[in-house]
């Protein structure tokens, strides 16, 4: 597949969905990467219930990699130059989330485009939300 361009971009255009693996063998494999390992809140469930929560949640940074992976299986050889998030609420480990974008603004000379990011759940509610912008060639 050729790089995507900036040209080829629509306003507007809605990314392909990408159905997340947060199941809690990836999850701890990710935590075991990014050194949390020792934190049950992302390791195991009924340590995160122990902390008040309802059970294993995934790890900020594992959400917002999720979303860098929607933009690059879009656009492989985007640049990201930035991603902001925000936390609405906790993606839970072994639930079924679909990370979602649309483009909202496309600036030519500098050849970015602006995405709309989201997480939602399989009740259809919005866990995770935050904008990019990437770089095309």
Same mark, same amino acid.
């Not at 050194?35 to 049950?40: D, I, L, S």
């Given at each position: 597949?050729?790089? =995507?361009? &900036? /040209?080829?971009?629509? &306003?507007? /255009? #809605?990314?392909? /969905?990408? =159905?997340?693996?947060?199941?809690?063998? =990836?999850?701890?494999? &990710?935590? %075991?990467?990014?050194?949390?390992?020792?934190?049950?809140? $992302?390791? #195991? +469930? /009924?340590?995160?219930?122990?902390?008040?929560?309802?059970?294993?949640?995934?790890?900020?940074?594992?959400?917002?990699?999720?979303?860098?992976?929607?933009? +690059?299986?879009?656009?492989?050889?985007?640049?990201?130059?930035?991603?902001?998030?925000? $936390?609405?609420?906790?993606?839970?480990?072994?639930?079924?989330?679909?990370?979602?974008?649309?483009?909202? +603004?496309?600036?030519?000379?500098?050849?970015?485009? #602006?995405?709309?990011? %989201?997480?939602?759940?399989?009740?259809? #509610?919005?866990?995770?939300?935050? %904008?990019?912008?990437? =770089?095309?060639?």
């Amino acid at each position: 597949m050729p790089p =995507r361009t &900036f /040209e080829s971009v629509v &306003f507007g /255009e #809605e990314l392909p /969905e990408l =159905r997340a693996d947060v199941s809690l063998g =990836r999850v701890q494999r &990710f935590a %075991t990467a990014v050194g949390m390992a020792g934190n049950p809140r $992302f390791t #195991e +469930h /009924e340590g995160a219930r122990r902390q008040g929560l309802p059970g294993a949640i995934v790890p900020g940074i594992m959400s917002q990699a999720l979303l860098a992976s929607l933009i +690059h299986v879009w656009a492989p050889g985007a640049q990201i130059r930035t991603i902001d998030t925000v $936390f609405r609420a906790p993606v839970l480990v072994d639930s079924k989330p679909v990370c979602r974008g649309v483009v909202t +603004h496309l600036d030519a000379p500098q050849r970015s485009v #602006e995405i709309d990011l %989201t997480i939602v759940n399989e009740a259809g #509610e919005t866990r995770v939300l935050g %904008t990019a912008v990437v =770089r095309l060639a």
